[in-house]
T-cell receptor, first 114, second 114 residues
Framework: AQSVTQLGSHVSVSEGALVLLRCNYS??????LFWYVQYPNQGLQLLLKYTTGATLVKGINGFEAEFKKSETSFHLTKPSAHMSDAAEYFC????????????FGKGTRLSVIA | NAGVTQTPKFQVLKTGQSMTLQCAQD?????MSWYRQDPGMGLRLIHY???????DQGEVPNGYNVSRSTTEDFPLRLLSAAPSQTSVYFC?????????????FGPGTRLTVT
């Protein structure tokens, strides 16, 4: 079975500060990992994904995440927060083989303070 | 492409009423799924389908029915609505051959059951 744990249901940062959103996963097979963002009253939008190969993945809006197998982590970072980054962020995992659904974490709400 | 569309956007039901949430996609995706989103719970999978005529249960299937007669459509039926089904419902779709299984989300349906 797969699972995702997002540490911190709410993270608050100052504008211009580093954003770090934590995600740890559990999977019995090599995983595919995703970060999605949800702006208020909208659906989810893919930020970035890890499949195979390079462990540092760059996504949209300046976000990146690093797959660390030894730590079973896939933390999301952005060097400098912008007010427009305020949203809810979801980490998700799926198996790298077969037709299996995504398993989502409970989400982290990011607030950006001016 | 319209992507993934959902109707209605908002719905209020009385306990015991039935209704169907509509979901359609025009990307020729084999895989479609329904999630519900509740505060602090992330997204939880209700039902999913890997192709026309094939459906399976997710994490929280009770009280919901689905069918998949075409590739494009994947309606979700509430047979007898209960207040516990008050939630935001998201439909998603993706390709199912190969990987990774990036899912495209609709804008959601906000359902209130009184």
């Amino acid at each position: 079975a797969q699972s995702v744990t997002q540490l911190g249901s709410h993270v608050s940062v100052s504008e211009g500060a580093l954003v770090l959103l934590r995600c740890n996963y559990s999977s019995s097979v090599p995983p595919y990992l995703f970060w999605y963002v949800q702006y208020p009253n909208q659906g989810l939008q893919l930020l970035l994904k890890y499949t195979t190969g390079a462990t540092l993945v760059k996504g949209i809006n300046g976000f990146e995440a690093e797959f660390k197998k030894s730590e079973t982590s896939f933390h999301l970072t952005k060097p400098s927060a912008h007010m427009s980054d305020a949203a809810e962020y979801f980490c998700a995992v799926s198996r790298s083989s077969g037709n299996t659904p995504l398993v989502f974490g409970k989400g982290t709400r990011l607030s950006v303070i001016a | 492409n319209a992507g993934v569309t959902q109707t209605p956007k908002f719905q209020v039901l009385k306990t015991g009423q039935s209704m169907t949430l509509q979901c359609a996609q025009d990307m020729n995706h084999e895989y479609m799924s329904w999630y519900r989103q509740d505060p602090g719970m992330g997204l939880r999978l209700i039902h999913y389908s890997v192709g026309a005529g094939i459906t399976d249960q997710g994490e929280v299937p009770n009280g919901y029915n689905v069918s998949r007669s075409t590739t494009e459509d994947f309606p979700l039926r509430l047979l007898s609505a209960a207040p516990s089904q008050t939630s935001v419902y998201f439909c998603a779709s993706s390709y199912s051959e190969g990987g990774p299984y990036e899912q495209y989300f609709g804008p959601g349906t906000r359902l209130t059951v009184t």
